[in-house]
């Protein structure tokens, strides 16, 4: 065996990371939930866009939060290590090094801001350029070693895509998008706290003052049904504004019962019965929560494409 | 001693400037679909006044 092949069969030396480790700094999987309401909030909009106006704002809102991405994996480099959903991100994985994330970050945000204020509006770059600083600064640097209601207000950041998606259309606001906001802001909460519960040593271990290790896993229990009841007063009453309809309405009454029912189940569950099926029920709602946001949004934008045949909308 | 080109270390390498070169030619496509877009569109047309000017 050479000395090369000791040195470098399984280790990646700095400076040379994959094509892929510098993807993964921009969270791919968080980049699909941005560019799919970003997607509805755009088409929603009663504007025509041209297609390639559309793909292009699209596609800078999502470099955009690939960019928060990066400054997020930067700062976070020290917690992400020590769990172990995070400890393969390719920062704590010596993958990548911190300043080149940083760098990334720093230059896909100036980048995105710039293209999409030249590809759609000024306020629509405007409202990027927030988006990003609120969950790089705000969110990361700030909020979420600091607050148990570090995912509550942070939740915003994740919520914008849809109002700028709206804005890009339209150049300016409406009530519409922010309804489209309130959906995923409430929605992140009973989410994350689901993934809290199941996920417990990770946040013990690295000192995020979740609401799990601060206020207890009772109380988030009691937080997780408390919001889930208002998500669904307002996801239902969203089915009755301009961007609602009959689809909608009956996809949101279908899911937020499913919904309510998972929030009182664990609402009714203790540690003993939720560590004897391994949280099976945490789980189940944590998943039910991804197809919750997803099918809110596929509704919204089947009331959209059908109303130019006059079958979506309330007419 | 010098690495043979077929290393892993000269895989990754050409990926990542595979993938480089890729998303800048995307990016040069991007900004030249919107450029022609926009100019046909008439986004960048002059007033009037300042044409008759």
């Known amino acids: ?47 025509q866009v041209h297609p390639m106006i559309a793909f292009s704002s699209i596609l800078f809102i999502a470099v955009g939060a690939g960019a928060s991405g990066a400054l997020n994996m930067w700062w976070d480099a020290d917690i992400d290590a020590v769990m172990r959903r995070t400890a393969k991100r390719p920062v704590p994985a010596g993958k990548v090094e911190p300043g080149e994330a940083l760098a990334i970050g720093l ?21 990027l350029a927030f988006t990003i600083f609120f969950y790089a600064v705000v969110y990361t640097m700030w909020l979420k070693r600091s607050t148990p209601q570090n995912i509550v207000i942070g939740g915003a950041a994740g919520a914008f ?21 309130a959906l995923i802001f409430m929605w992140t909460p009973p989410h994350f706290w689901a993934l809290a519960l199941f996920m417990r040593s990770d946040y013990d271990d690295a000192g995020v003052p979740m609401l799990t290790v601060t206020h207890g896993r ?60 391994n949280f099976a029920v945490e ?33 | 001693m010098s690495f043979h080109t077929e290393h892993e270390i000269h ?29 046909t ?3 960048f047309a002059l007033p009037t006044s300042e044409v008759q000017n």
């Open chain 1, 107 to 127: 230059a896909l945000s100036g980048l995105a801001v710039m293209m999409l204020g030249l590809a759609a509006n000024l306020l629509a770059a405007a409202f």
């Open chain 1, 1 to 47: 065996m050479s000395d090369a092949s000791i040195n470098t069969k399984d280790t990646t030396h700095p400076g040379e990371a994959s094509f892929g480790d510098y993807f993964a700094l921009l969270k791919p999987r968080v980049m699909q939930l941005v560019v799919f309401t970003a997607l509805v909030g755009l088409l929603a909009a009663p504007v």
């Open chain 2, 11 to 39: 895989k990754r390498r050409f990926g990542r400037n595979l993938g480089v070169a890729l998303v800048l030619v995307g990016f040069i496509v991007v900004v030249f679909g919107l450029t022609f877009v926009k100019v």
């Open chain 2, 41 to 43: 569109r008439g986004d």
């Open chain 1, 161 to 181: 895509p849809p109002v700028i998606g709206w804005i890009c259309a339209t150049g300016s606001m409406a009530i519409e998008p922010w309804l489209m906001f």
């Open chain 1, 218 to 277: 009772r109380a988030t229990r009691t937080h997780i049904l408390v919001y889930t009841v208002l998500l669904a007063i307002l996801a239902v009453g969203t089915g009755f504004s301009a961007i609602g309809g009959p689809i909608y309405l009956s996809v949101a009454l279908i899911l937020n019962l499913l919904f309510l029912r998972g929030a009182v189940q664990i609402w009714r569950r203790d540690e003993t019965q939720s560590e004897a099926d």
């Open chain 1, 283 to 315: 789980r189940k709602f944590f998943r039910l929560s991804l197809w919750y946001l997803f099918a809110h949004f596929v509704a919204i934008l089947l009331e959209a494409a059908l109303a130019p045949f006059g079958l979506g909308g309330w007419g």
